[in-house]
């Protein structure tokens, strides 16, 4: 076991899964009752929360440069089958994968790895801020702090406006 801080956002939950086997003494934290209630699952959903939890690690394996410890059936198809919705808060217009079919295991872990996949790229795409153009823009500046659709065009503008005033 590690002493490292939980994984970020969703991963959280991802990493937690992965560890609730003890690979050297086949401690199964999904064997009992406390164990899987941390996930909000029944003991006959343990055998699919196995097979997610191997598929994951094979994945976290293959991040790492290893290969798999053993056969698994793939995340990708595993990931396939689980319902997610995109939501928008109306309030900052932050976007997210939720689950769509309640709050199943495996809808979870799917939200969470696409949170994962998107959490750098959502958040940059933005919207001019000269008030004359408003044009969309994905901001590849490298602090992400970009401002104008064109630093040749908008932002020149308003520079020059305040260099003028």
């Known amino acids: 076991m590690s002493e490292r801080s939980a994984a970020p956002g969703g ?3 991802v990493e937690s899964l992965v560890n609730t086997l003890e690979i050297d003494t086949g401690a199964d934290a999904l064997d009992t009752a406390d164990g899987r209630a ?4 029944t003991e006959d959903e343990a055998v699919d929360a ?3 939890r191997e598929s994951l690690r094979a994945a976290l ?22 319902p997610l919705v995109l939501t928008v808060d109306d309030g900052d217009g932050s976007a997210a994968l939720a689950p769509a079919d309640g709050r199943s295991l495996l809808s979870r872990v ?3 790895v696409a ?10 795409l933005k919207a001019c801020e000269a008030a004359d153009c408003h044009w969309a823009y994905y901001d590849r500046s490298p602090a992400g ?5 064109s630093m040749q065009v908008c932002g020149a503008r308003a520079k020059m406006r305040r260099y003028r005033a």
Do not use: Q
């Open 11 to 13: 991963l959280a939950l």
């Open 38 to 41: 941390r996930f909000g699952l």
């Open 50 to 52: 196995r097979e997610l």
């Open 61 to 82: 394996l293959a991040h790492a440069g290893h290969p798999p410890h053993r056969s698994v059936t793939p995340l990708g198809e595993l990931l396939a089958r689980a």
């Open 110 to 112: 799917a939200a969470a």
């Open 115 to 124: 949170e994962s996949l998107v959490a750098d790229s959502w958040t940059r």
């Open 145 to 149: 702090r970009g401002r104008w659709c």
